[in-house]
T-cell receptor
């Protein structure tokens, strides 16, 4: 079983919809939680990071971490075609110097 | 502010050869990590360097090695290439070493 599980999709939604992306994890030592967006033929781009539990909002993006359930989410409001990409969750343990990634969810926003 | 620069962008090598990939981190970032990305395994951690010292290493064979120079630039080397080494190799830099990594666009290695 992988440390971080993420549904690879693909996920296709109409423009303007609210998108929900999720990851579950098994390592309770994870303390930093990140979401990356990766466009085709590009490296991952950091969208948001959260330390420990709670919510964080940045524009149309909201990240949630529920450590008790070992579950993290990314919500995208008013989705745009430019949001079409692969979204990767990543986690790390303080002091471990490495990120553990989910498989990535391929998202398509249809105009 | 310049991002993470990786060279070359594309590389084709023959089985048995060796290859060296280069990474220039964001100015001021002393932590550099390398990841391998494949369709089947996703992104997997190779190793991390901080101030020229390897602090962490992933579960890859000894054919994969790296180093970091005093200016924080890093190289990774893969010897005796195998077909399964075909992947996108990503370099990432960070000020802290455990979150907030910025990735480069990667080097696409194809082994034939």
């Amino acid at each position: 079983q992988k440390e971080v599980e993420q549904d690879p999709g693909p996920l296709s939604v109409p423009e303007g919809a609210i998108v929900s992306l999720n990851c579950t994890y098994s390592n309770s030592a994870f303390q930093y939680f990140m979401w990356y967006r990766q466009y085709s033929r590009k490296g991952p781009e950091l969208l948001m990071y959260t330390y420990s539990s709670g919510n964080k909002e940045d524009g149309r993006f909201t990240a949630q971490v529920d450590k008790s359930s070992k579950y993290i989410s990314l919500f995208i409001r008013d989705s745009q075609p430019s949001d079409s990409a692969t979204y990767l969750c990543a986690m790390s343990v303080q002091g471990a110097q490495k990120l553990v990634f989910g498989q990535g969810t391929r998202l398509t926003i249809n105009p | 502010k310049a991002g993470v620069t990786q060279t070359p962008r594309y590389l084709i090598k023959t089985r048995g050869q060796q290859v060296t990939l280069s990474c220039s981190p964001i100015s001021g970032h002393r932590s550099v990590s390398w990841y391998q990305q494949t369709p089947g395994q996703g992104l997997q951690f190779l190793f991390e360097y901080f101030s020229e010292t390897q602090r962490n290493k992933g579960n890859f064979p000894g054919r994969f090695s790296g180093r970091q120079f005093s200016n924080s630039r890093s190289e990774m080397n893969v010897s005796t290439l195998e077909l399964g080494d075909s992947a996108l190799y990503l370099c990432a830099s960070s000020a802290t070493g455990f979150y907030g990594y910025t990735f480069g666009s990667g080097t696409r290695l194809t082994v034939v």
